[in-house]
């Protein structure tokens, strides 16, 4: 790209970054290790999710003035023909519009750029700030953390937390509620539940503009981040599989069962592929799937990035089921890796690293036993676990 082409664009950026506002994401960013490191930051997410927006909240954070930031969105289209060879010339570019000795770089999108390794390392090497986003985890895995191999911290970010939720609505609430604003909050949970945490879908108030939304992002990943990323022919393949993973929604997705309704309906494909196809979603950081740990390799169960997701299925809506994929997420949000337990003397929604977990809608003294009693069979094999069970609030 012409030099004075990428200013032009350098100083559009910076113009966007001075108007733009931004809700504050709960979210830590180790910046002094960063800088005392020269890391890569690398913040990974599902599309959608608000990792453009995360960073005007990494440069305000950091203090650093608009005039020393190069923020660049490489899914939009003025930037579809930088190329590997125009590394240089963006640092050149940034040194001349005064970004100073350690500019902040901004890079959003980053898997959209190609062969962007040698770049970022590039920049590395010239002591700059560096945040890149992106929305497949395969870029991040095998991408970066084999060029760059030691040099990029990855940080996790998913749709918005409850708490992230009622700050998005501009609602907080005292430590001891009223019984009005316990009617309220439980309300704002109800759609929350329903609705997902998708900034932009928690933002619009009608429900036919929220599902406008959520299409719109099916339709982005399964056709850009799926089919065209892995180069698929099949589309009605795909989107019937799709269709099984939606309705696996917390349930074991059984592969051979999905094989055998295929090949019923007519489609050709064998087991493997379905496998891939599974996998193709997970990349895609839309769905994310756990084994059981009492069984290791085998059926796995299916759990989606964001209860909003669900809308796709227009299925019936199960409280319980959307319950269980929320504290799923916020297991995940909270650094955790959970497998789920089940053997014939009974199942434990989630094992983690120290905790035996039962996920419930409501605990009354008439279910309390069963929800317990998957625990007894499970302590002896998780002896220095702790049990807990999540009830709706």
């Known amino acids: 790209m012409n030099k004075e082409r990428i200013k032009d664009l350098i100083l559009d950026s910076r113009e966007q970054l001075g108007k733009r506002r931004f809700v504050q994401r709960d979210i830590h960013l180790d910046y002094q290790f960063l800088v005392d490191t020269g890391k890569i930051a690398a913040i990974v997410g599902p599309r959608r999710s608000g990792k453009s927006v995360l960073l005007l909240q990494v440069q305000k954070e950091t203090k650093t003035p608009p005039e020393q930031c190069v923020w660049i969105d490489f899914s939009e289209i003025p930037w579809s023909d930088f190329g590997p060879e125009d590394w240089e010339t963006l640092w050149r570019a940034s040194l001349e519009l005064g970004a100073g000795d350690h500019p902040l770089f901004l890079l ?139 309705l696996s929604f917390t349930k074991e997705g059984s592969i051979n069962r999905w094989y055998n309704d295929l090949k019923s309906q007519g489609f050709k494909t064998g087991k493997d592929s379905l496998y891939e196809y599974l996998g193709y979603f997970e990349k895609a950081l839309f769905v994310h799937t756990i084994p059981n740990a009492a069984a290791g390799a085998g059926i796995r169960k299916v759990y989606l990035v964001d209860n909003g997701l669900y809308q796709k299925a227009k299925d019936r809506t199960d409280r319980g089921k959307l319950w269980e994929n929320l504290c799923f997420v916020d297991l995940l949000r909270s650094g955790k890796r959970p497998r789920f337990w089940k053997t014939q003397e009974g199942e434990i929604d989630f094992v983690t690293d120290d905790e035996l977990i039962q996920v419930t809608t409501e605990l009354t003294s008439e279910n309390r036993a069963r929800e317990e009693q998957p625990f007894k069979a499970a302590l002896p094999f998780f002896p220095a676990h702790r049990t807990r069970i999540l009830e709706l609030p």
């Not at 770049?119 to 700030?129: D, E, I, T, V």
């Not at 316990?182 to 949970?189: C, P, W």
Request: aromatic share 12%; proline share 4%.
């Open 108 to 246: 959003d999108e980053i898997q959209e750029c190609p062969d962007f390794e040698a770049g970022l390392k590039y920049l590395q090497n010239r002591r700059a700030r560096i945040f890149v986003t992106g929305s497949n985890a395969e870029v991040f895995s095998e991408g970066l953390a084999t060029t760059i191999r030691g040099k990029v911290l990855p940080y996790d970010l998913f749709p918005l937390s409850f708490v992230e939720f009622l700050r998005f609505k501009g609602v907080s609430y005292p430590e001891n509620l009223s019984t009005r604003e316990k009617a309220e909050r439980s309300t704002l949970m109800d759609e929350y539940l329903s609705w997902g945490g998708f900034p932009e879908v928690v933002l619009a108030d009608r429900e036919d503009l929220k599902r406008n939304l959520i299409d719109s992002y099916w339709d982005v990943m399964l056709f850009r981040d799926v089919i065209e990323r892995h180069r698929l022919k099949n589309f009605a393949l795909v989107e019937k599989i799709l269709r099984k993973i939606l």
